[in-house]
């Protein structure tokens, strides 16, 4: 091999690694070149909050916080869906419950943190064979307090698709309880 060919090899695996770095950072600044899921920093102060669920009971109990970015909001409000890119972070906190002024039994969340849920959306599916992680026009993601820089899912449909199920026909997201998306 000349020293040519092996100098224009080496610029093409180069060049074959920035594209994909760049389209991965085009995608979303926590997804990397693999397809990595991170958990957003800051997303409680950086992002707007979509609306909260709450779950009395069971294993999911407690407030279920949904974040996305300002933007991914303003977009869905004027294409009535989110952007490649929009990225969903749900933070599941514990929650307790007290005798206020305003009622009885009223509930309440608290400091703990018991997981978060990170969903980037991507139409093309580009990491679809990267890593268990993508799929159905989304990247899948849990992460636990012990370690919240690791995706602990190692198969969104096994981990995760099933409690989008009935929501599938509105891109696996529950919409109703985002007032802000249609305010």
Known sequence: MTAKALATGVC???ALGIATAAVAQ????????????SLPDNF???????????????DASGFHNVYTEPESVASFRENGVFPDGAVLVKELR???TGDYTTGAGVSYENETIKQWFVMVKDSTDRFADSNGSWGDGWGWALFKTDDPSTNVSADYKADCLGCHVPAQDKDWIYTEAYPILVE
């Open 12 to 14: 093409a695996a180069a």
């Open 44 to 58: 409680r102060t950086e992002m707007a909050h979509l609306g909260s669920w709450f779950v009395p009971e069971g």
């Open 94 to 96: 514990a929650h307790s």
């Open 26 to 37: 085009d995608l979303s600044p926590w997804v990397d070149s693999e397809g990595t899921i």
